[in-house]
T-cell receptor, first 111, second 110 residues
């Protein structure tokens, strides 16, 4: 059973701080990794994807992947109250046509 | 442009009534399509996925079914709803950079 684990939170950070969200996965064959943001009552929105070890930056977001340790993280710099949401990690394995989602980490950014 | 449509946005149905949720995509052909359910405060549960017309894979045994009558249409159905079928139903479409989700249908079974 392929699993993706996330701390449910909430993770509370003050406005302007760096929020660090973590995700571990069990399948060593995993090749694609995605971060989704989900506001309360809304559908998930894809914000980042990463395929290779290392960092990938997009604006205030940085995804970090370490395949040897089987974890992927999302850093949000200069956190804003509008970043308050649940962040879902998803993993895709080679040869599989579906994503496996974690249960999400709730982030709260206080003004 | 690539878009995904899902309706209705909200639905309140009595126990034992039928269900039909529809999802359509635009801007592509032969997409991989998915139905997920998200119970309150819970993660995404994959219900069905389809890689082509008439091809349905079921992930979780339950009183729901799915059909794909056309290339860009995916339908979720039930003959008799249970209280436990309440939740947030999401249609998704697989693109190389990850799955794109429809707006979702919030179903309340009363």
């Amino acid at each position: 059973q392929k699993e993706v684990e996330q701390n449910s939170g909430p993770l509370s950070v003050p406005e302007g701080a760096i929020a660090s969200l973590n995700c571990t996965y069990s399948d060593r064959g995993s090749q694609s990794f995605f971060w989704y943001r989900q506001y309360s009552g809304k559908s998930p929105e894809l914000i980042m994807f990463i395929y290779s070890n290392g960092d990938k930056e997009d604006g205030r977001f940085t995804a970090q992947l370490n395949k040897a340790s089987q974890y992927v993280s999302l850093l949000i710099r200069d956190s804003q109250p509008s970043d308050s949401a649940t962040y879902l990690c998803a993993v895709n394995s080679a040869g599989f046509q579906k994503l496996v989602f974690g249960t999400g980490t709730r982030l709260l950014v206080s003004p | 442009s690539q878009t995904i449509h899902q309706w209705p946005a909200t639905l309140v149905q009595p126990v034992g009534s039928p269900l039909s949720l529809e999802c359509t995509v635009e801007g592509t052909s032969n997409p991989n399509l998915y139905w997920y359910r998200q119970a309150a405060g819970r993660g995404l549960q994959l219900l069905f996925y389809s890689v082509g017309i008439g091809q349905i894979s079921s992930e979780v045994p339950q009183n729901l079914s799915a059909s794909r009558p056309q290339d860009r249409q995916f339908i979720l159905s039930s003959k008799k709803l249970l209280l436990s079928d309440s939740g947030f139903y999401l249609c998704a479409w697989s693109v190389p950079r990850g799955d794109l989700f429809g707006q979702g249908t919030r179903l309340t079974v009363v």
